[in-house]
């Protein structure tokens, strides 16, 4: 298991965001997390994201299990869990060469003084740097961008650049919070090959996704969350046939035609 | 006089330049609280309550000299108007436009309006100290030891009276409850057809009246007053709404007092010099520390 | 831009920008030999040392998006930092250089470490108190920095071999030097900003969430950028300390650190060429407008206005526009879709 969630509990004033949840990913696993309006998937990601800090619980990451639970944001990161947002977060005033470029910042190690007197490293670095992010860039089918403005970009772009600008800090465990909404039918089958081939180089994926084809086409494993608590975890097949998740669902969809 | 003396003279001291800090203060909370912005040129607007309140005087009757209870109302008032709406104006020219920009570009245009009023200031009545003529003179009540002259009864009475009939106006008025619904939730208080934008307008009306009127008393306590002046008396006015939690009514006025009266024990056992740098010193540990003031953002239940 | 500035932004681009830069530095090497009028340079050389300051303002302000009111404090540290050296142990003016930078950056390390947990307005409103009480303190630390009547201070002077050369009141050695300065600074801000620090500092300007998402160690960079921007300040003072042979209070207060704020919203946040022509062009400007002496003021506040209502990315600016600047609306609209996005499907 490379990540391990146990019994992480978040409370907002009195109201309980999430209660109780464990999950745990394998390496090179797609595991999937669906779940109603509001039942706390985003909150679950910044927590392990080091956004939000959970009031209780234990978050553990890597080979050796250390514990990241209370770790700040960039810590996280470096240790090697990227993320993206449900509302891409792009850098909208740099070029989608930069945002990538952005990306790799704690896998460099440039000192500021070789920065200014342009030693022979920081070349060297910043070279491969680019050739890197060219690289990704190419592997998310946006290298023909690559030099216009980020905020130029058309939203389903957006998400890929972003996909990319998160697998340039190297991760071994990427989050996705919802990269297929918004998308047309090709996009969506673009995006499941992008992660099927980020899942081939041996990176977790935890992902929250409302399209159930793409959840169903990818995972191995499904967590269904449903007001702040996991109701059900089990393969795609069972998920589907399973009553909880189902009243959990339909449940929702009553209540929604009553109101 | 003993040392306990001197405290409680230092605390009325205090006291009254408070009471002038918190009719600012009321300013910048008002505005902040409904469209968070620190509104620079407040400080301007304040000092320039004082110099119409001056023009006022000087354009004056002779029958209405000094002393004459009808100088004095009409001084408060036409400095009072005139300093609304100028906030209003400036609103309008400066603010309105950016309303749906970032709030650092709000915050610039402020400042470069803070700029521009100094400088117009300066060229209608000159770069030096200007003198105000002494009102109430010789007139003071002492009890035992201690000395409250007739004008600082004047100013503590007065702005209390202002501040009552602001927080009547506030919780009473269906003006004033729209008032606060906007500073809550604007999106919510135009959806509920709050005419949002005559509310910022309020707003700035009344804030900046009664900095104006703070202004008056200010240029009338001090007897001299300059085009800077605005600047300095600003600042520790935000200190002093900050200080109460900004946004916060209640705060600006309990921030005011508690303010002036640090600073009058201050100035009475530090050196005066310096008397400046403790209203920064108290504003930056407050931000770095207590960012929500004494009393907290207001709640409304 | 219409279809004309366009295809006039595309012809310039077809020339190296190399050999423009090339071709303007030549000019100003050689314009002391086509103007040699005292006056002129004296000018130039001001707007020299404003433009290194905005350069450094530019590396906090335009590039991490910390709003700074008090930089003339920064300014204070290193024009003091020498005046002290000079007029209590004799150093002198190029002994001095690391020293001033060193305690200018060490000022904003130090400042910067406790300010930089606040952000935006209130982050501005600090720095701005600490602008004032370094001032107040100058003025009032009499024993140290002469109080209000200053302190004179040795110009600088060259050894050249078998001849000593003293810069004194005459322009033309200090237009040579703050150029070569405003030369260092240029190459030192430009290598920043395209290194992985520059790109950093904008990702934290953008979206400080989403950059600490990627590893970037968010606190660390802010006071990174403060303290090269204090350390330029420094460097500026120096200069300003030499070139003046004086220093005194007035010339570090809150005035100046507008000035310095409305010349770089002028040329445009994050903008190098920009923050040098808005420093040539604001300083300028008052000067031929010297009858309208008194209304300096009312320009710089004019221009900071005109500025926010109808070109807030400013003249030169366009590509880099940072998170305290974008629309409040957008950022509101995107944390709410973080928050409620999930409502918002099915």
């Known amino acids: 298991m490379i990540l391990e969630v146990k019994n992480i509990s978040k409370h907002f004033g009195g109201i309980s965001a999430l209660n109780n949840i464990s999950i745990a990913v394998a390496k090179a ?214 009553s909880k998740v189902v009243e959990a669902y339909l449940g929702k969809k009553r209540d929604a035609s009553k109101s | 006089m003993s040392p306990l003396e001197t405290f409680i003279q230092q605390l009325i001291n205090g006291l009254v330049i408070g009471m002038i800090y918190a009719l600012i203060a009321l300013g910048y909370t008002m505005v902040y609280g409904i469209i968070q912005l620190i509104n620079f040129a407040h400080g301007e607007i304040f000092i320039t309550g004082a110099f119409i309140g001056l023009a006022v005087f000087g354009a004056l009757p002779g029958a209405l000299g000094l002393g004459n209870l009808w100088a004095l109302v009409l001084m408060f008032a036409l400095a009072m108007a005139g300093c609304g709406l100028l906030g209003v104006l400036i609103e309008r020219v400066a603010y309105r436009p950016l309303r749906k920009s970032p709030r650092l570009a709000c915050l610039i245009t402020a400042i470069g309006v803070s700029f521009i009023l100094q400088n117009v200031l300066m060229l209608i009545w000159g770069p030096v100290d200007k003198s105000f003529p002494v009102f109430f ?155 929500s003031g004494i009393l907290g953002k207001f709640r409304h239940e | 831009m219409n279809r004309r500035g366009i295809g006039l932004y595309q012809a310039t681009k077809k020339i190296p920008r190399r050999a423009v830069n090339v071709f303007i530095l030549l000019i100003l090497f050689a314009l002391p030999l086509f103007d040699r009028n005292q006056y002129h340079l004296e000018v130039l050389v001001s707007a020299g040392i404003f433009a290194i300051l905005v350069l450094g303002l530019n590396v906090m302000t335009g590039y991490c998006g910390l709003l700074n009111l008090g930089y003339a404090a920064f300014f204070a540290a290193g024009a003091y930092t020498y005046a002290i050296l000079n007029v209590r142990f004799g150093w002198s003016f190029w002994v001095s250089l690391p020293a001033c930078i060193i305690s200018a950056g060490a000022f904003g390390l130090a400042f910067g470490s406790c300010a930089l947990r606040l952000k935006g307005d209130y982050l501005a409103v600090v720095t701005l108190g600490f602008g004032e009480i370094t001032r107040i303190a100058l003025n009032n630390m009499d024993s140290l920095t002469g109080g209000p009547n200053g302190l004179t201070v040795a110009h600088p002077a060259l050894w050249l071999p078998h001849k000593r050369l003293a810069f004194g009141i005459n322009s033309l050695p200090y237009y040579y030097l703050t150029l070569l300065a405003i030369l260092v600074t240029v190459i030192i801000v430009s290598r920043l900003s395209s290194s992985r620090f520059g790109r950093a500092w904008i990702a934290i300007k953008e979206d400080e969430v989403a950059a600490a998402c990627l590893g970037i160690h968010t606190g660390k960079l802010k006071l990174l950028a403060f303290c090269i921007g204090s350390a330029l300040a420094g460097f500026a003072g120096w200069l300003f300390a030499g070139k003046q042979g004086f220093v005194s209070p007035e010339s570090f207060d809150f005035i100046t650190s507008i000035m310095l704020t409305a010349m770089l919203v002028f040329g445009g946040m994050g903008s190098i060429p920009g923050a040098i022509v808005a420093a040539l062009a604001l300083t300028i400007i008052p000067e031929v407008l010297r009858p309208l002496q008194q209304y300096r003021m009312f320009f710089f506040g004019t221009v900071m206005i005109v500025m926010m209502l109808f070109r807030p990315q400013g003249l030169f600016g366009g590509v880099r526009i940072f998170e305290e600047f974008r629309p409040e609306s957008e950022r509101i609209r995107q944390e709410e879709d973080e928050a409620l996005g999930e409502d918002l499907r099915q």
């Open chain 2, 137 to 291: 003179k010789h007139s003071a009540l002492t009890f035992g030891a201690f000395r409250v002259t007739f004008m600082q009864s004047f100013i503590v009475i007065s702005s209390l009276v202002m501040m009552l009939v602001l927080h009547f106006f506030i919780r009473r008025t269906m003006l004033g409850k729209a008032l606060r619904a906007a500073s809550e939730d604007m999106t919510a208080a135009r959806l509920m057809g709050i005419n949002v934008e005559r509310i910022i307008s309020v707003c700035f009306l009344i804030g900046s009246a009664l900095g104006g009127a703070g202004g008056l008393m200010y240029g009338m306590y001090y007897n001299t007053i300059t085009f800077h002046d605005g600047y300095l008396a600003g600042i520790k006015a935000f200190t002093a709404a900050v200080l109460g939690g900004i946004g916060n009514v209640p705060g600006a006025m309990l921030g005011g007092v508690a303010l002036g009266m640090m600073e009058g024990l201050g100035a009475g056992y530090l050196s005066s010099e310096w008397k400046n740098v403790f209203a920064f010193l108290i504003l930056i540990i407050l931000l770095l520390r207590w960012p």
């Open chain 1, 29 to 242: 696993e797609i595991v999937g997390l669906i779940g109603p309006n509001g039942a706390g998937k985003t909150t679950f990601f910044n927590c392990i994201t080091g956004i939000y800090r959970p009031d209780a619980g234990k978050i553990t990451f890597g080979e050796y299990r250390e514990e990241i639970t209370h770790f700040a944001a960039h810590r996280i990161s470096e240790r090697g869990i990227a993320r993206t947002f449900q509302s891409a977060r792009v850098f909208a005033s740099m070029s989608v060469l930069e945002n990538v470029m952005a990306g790799t910042f704690s896998r460099t190690c440039g000192k500021l003084w070789g920065t200014l007197i342009r030693s022979r490293r920081i070349l060297e670095e910043e070279e491969a740097v680019r050739r890197r992010s060219e690289e990704l860039l190419r592997f998310v089918k946006l290298n023909s961008r690559a030099s216009s403005l980020a905020s130029s970009l058309p939203f389903g772009l957006q998400r890929r650049l972003e996909i990319a600008r998160a697998l340039a800090a190297e991760p071994r465990l990427l989050l996705m919070d919802e990269p297929a909404a918004g998308m047309n039918a090709g996009e969506k089958q673009e995006l499941l090959e992008i992660i099927r081939k980020i899942c081939a180089q041996g990176i977790s994926i935890l992902i929250i996704e409302h399209d159930m084809k793409v959840v169903m086409g990818l995972c191995q494993r499904i967590a269904v969350l449903d007001s702040g608590e996991k109701i059900y975890e089990g393969s795609p097949q069972d998920v589907q046939s399973n």
